[in-house]
């Protein structure tokens, strides 16, 4: 069974940083792809980065070159750094993993992946 735990949401002010971490277990032995969706009221939650079963990464173009996923080698821990945050990054942002959606879990619909987490807010002031 996956569970997924994140923590290390807060509020910060434009420009600033934010180092988010997902606990992940039942993920290392069957090849998961995982990742981050952020969400805000009233909007679809869309995929902001993931790593697939080879290890590939991608992101959406909102952040690309200012965030960057990384995954521990044990697979236990999923971790996303955010640089240059804007306040248009405000949203709750969760951790979610998916057996079936190797390199195209950012575009996979977010209603058929296998496992999401509570998720955390981010709030980026101006």
């Known amino acids: 069974q996956v569970e997924l735990v994140e923590s290390g949401g807060g509020s910060v002010q434009s420009g600033g940083s934010l180092r988010l971490s997902c606990a992940t277990s039942?993920?290392?032995?069957?090849?998961?792809?995982v990742g981050w969706f952020r969400q805000v009221p009233g909007k679809e939650r869309e995929g902001v980065a993931a790593?697939?079963?080879?290890?590939?990464?991608s992101y959406a173009e909102s952040v690309k070159g200012r965030f960057s996923i990384s995954q521990d080698n044990a697979k236990t821990t999923l971790d996303l750094q955010m640089n240059a945050l804007k306040p248009e990054d405000t949203a709750t942002y969760y951790c979610?993993?998916?057996?079936?959606?190797?390199?195209?879990?950012?575009?996979?619909?977010?209603?058929?992946?296998?496992?999401w987490g509570q998720g955390t807010l981010v709030t980026v002031s101006s």
């Open positions: 979610a993993a998916d057996k079936s959606a190797g390199r195209y879990l950012l575009i996979s619909p977010p209603d058929t992946l296998d496992a």
């Open positions: 039942g993920v290392a032995d069957d090849r998961y792809a």
């Open positions: 790593i697939d079963p080879d290890g590939g990464t």
